[in-house]
């Protein structure tokens, strides 16, 4: 069992930067899969970013160039570098982590962009 505790979020200004962290309670290293994802009211939840084991990353179109997810197995934490904030990025985030089958998520953080 891991659980998953986000914090970063917040208040900011349209094209300022937050920095999300996923800190989990066991060890991700064996994890395949860390993600990020976020929902609005209203809508199903969207894949913002994920990283593989290996290091490779998937992004969404929209959040590409402007969001980076960084992996830490030796501190059990995953980032989102969220650069060039946009109105439409107000959402709430929530990690992921999926190691099929089991599949286990945060409680979520508010992340609001003011235009």
């Known amino acids: 069992q891991v659980q998953l505790v986000e914090s970063g979020g917040g208040l900011v200004q349209a094209g300022g930067s937050l920095r999300l962290s996923c800190a989990a309670s066991?060890?991700?290293?064996?994890?395949?899969?860390m993600g990020w994802y976020r929902q609005v009211p209203g809508k199903q939840r969207e894949l913002v970013a994920n990283?593989?084991?290996?290091?490779?990353?998937n992004y969404a179109n929209s959040v590409k160039g402007r969001f980076t997810i960084v992996r830490d197995n030796a501190k059990n934490t995953v980032y989102l570098q969220m650069n060039a904030l946009k109105p439409e990025d107000t959402a709430v985030y929530y990690c992921?982590?999926?190691?099929?089958?089991?599949?286990?998520w945060g409680q979520g953080t508010q992340v609001t962009v003011s235009s």
């Open positions: 990283i593989a084991n290996g290091g490779i990353t």
């Open positions: 066991g060890s991700i290293r064996s994890i395949n899969v």
């Open positions: 992921n982590a999926n190691h099929y089958p089991d599949n286990y």
